[in-house]
């Protein structure tokens, strides 16, 4: 059995080389030059676990071990203009190749570390670094072995979430919300420890625009988004960071209509349902799929038992400033904050309209 495994470890490994070479064909050259002058190119972080998961490579992130950036640098320039604008943090970019190229960082600690650019850190250091053990996995380019200092591959086989190390986790709160997002797209869930951290780490400084990342991945990269939702009701974080979907719990609905449980349930079963639906373009499809987690945050303040039967009569108006207040926490988009808040207002009327048999120019004015 061991033997199967590592053919197939193997054979993943060469497939995923194969098709990076073929999408970028100069990546081959540059490492065997790096090797030439002693240096180590490893795969690393996102892409190496998107082998494992048969996942299309989006990123390619490429560490370079025993060479300083200087002398990457150089390599880099040989085959076209070399972008620095990560170049305090050790990332520099080929202006015709989409892929980072980097040496290793070993920052201090705290929430603002100095960067200290360390070509001669252990790998192990380096994977030490990173924010889960599945990301902190590398392939060697040269010899095209995995690196897994921390069992990576097998968390991601047996679908857990575990920090390398977890007071260097606890310091980046951003990390948070990665697992967030990690719980939905993968559907994995922290060990044990992992998720005692989670429950009562600091969240506090993450700016809007690093939160809205990682919802929108949430989102846009996940079958059920509502998994990561539904991990932060769990782990009792759900009031502090969406007050306005936490009021849905517990919130009854008339069972003719929603057989499926409270308001909180029929946002999640809804917001799994909206990602079905793909518009090809990220900005419409995010409309629809917050629209869908708002659509019904009014029913939180509206809902009254009428002649016997659960009511939330005006619960779309109402959700209007809710659902403002919800999304300026997620999002900086202007456009997309007052485009929800319209689904959010008119939601009800397609409903009614068929209802109604209403005309095609009822439908045309909505």
Not at 34 to 44: N, P, S, T, V, Y
Not at 235 to 249: K, N, V
Not at 339 to 355: A, E, N, S, T
Request: charged share 25%; with cysteine.
């Amino acid at each position: 059995m061991a033997g199967t495994k590592s053919t197939k470890i193997d054979h993943d490994i060469q497939r995923a080389i194969s098709t990076i070479t073929v999408r970028y064909p100069l990546i081959p050259t540059i490492v065997q030059q790096i090797h030439e002058r002693g240096g180590q190119a490893l795969l690393i972080g996102g892409a190496v676990r998107d082998i494992f998961l048969n996942v299309d490579i989006k990123d390619c992130d490429i560490e370079i071990h025993g060479l300083a950036l200087a002398e990457l640098e150089a390599v880099l320039r040989a085959h076209g203009p070399v972008d620095l604008v990560g170049k305090s943090y050790g990332v520099l970019r080929l202006h015709i190749l989409d892929v980072d190229w980097s040496v290793p960082r070993s920052d201090s600690v705290g929430r603002k570390p100095e960067v200290a650019l360390n070509p001669f850190l252990s790998i192990k250091e380096a994977c030490a670094r990173r924010d889960l053990t599945i990301n902190a996995m590398a392939i060697d380019l040269i010899t095209h072995q995995l690196i897994d200092p921390f069992n990576g591959l097998a968390d991601l086989e047996r679908a857990i979430l575990r920090a390398p190390d977890i007071e260097r986790f606890v310091e980046d709160p951003l990390r948070f919300f990665r697992v967030m997002q990690f719980v939905g797209r993968f559907t994995m869930y922290p060990d044990a420890t992992l998720q005692a951290r989670c429950m009562r780490m600091d969240i506090r400084g993450v700016s809007i625009e690093r939160i809205a990342q990682e919802f929108e991945k949430l989102f846009l990269k996940s079958e059920r988004p509502s998994l990561g939702i539904r991990w932060l009701k769990d782990i009792g974080r759900l009031a502090e960071i969406l007050p306005e979907l936490h009021a849905t719990i517990g919130i009854p609905q008339d069972p003719q209509w929603h057989p499926e449980g409270d308001v909180f349930e029929h946002t999640m079963q809804s917001i799994d349902a909206a990602v079905r639906v793909d518009y090809k373009d990220s900005d419409r499809s995010l409309t629809l799929y917050y629209a869908a987690l708002c659509h019904d945050l009014g029913k939180a303040v509206t809902t009254r038992l009428i002649d016997d039967r659960w009511r939330s009569l005006g619960h779309e108006d109402a959700g209007v400033p809710l659902a403002k207040q919800l999304l300026k926490r997620l999002t900086l988009k202007k456009d997309l904050i007052h485009d929800v808040c319209i689904l959010v207002r008119y939601h009800m009327l397609p409903g009614q309209f068929v209802q109604q048999h209403a005309s095609l120019a009822a439908y045309r004015r909505l």
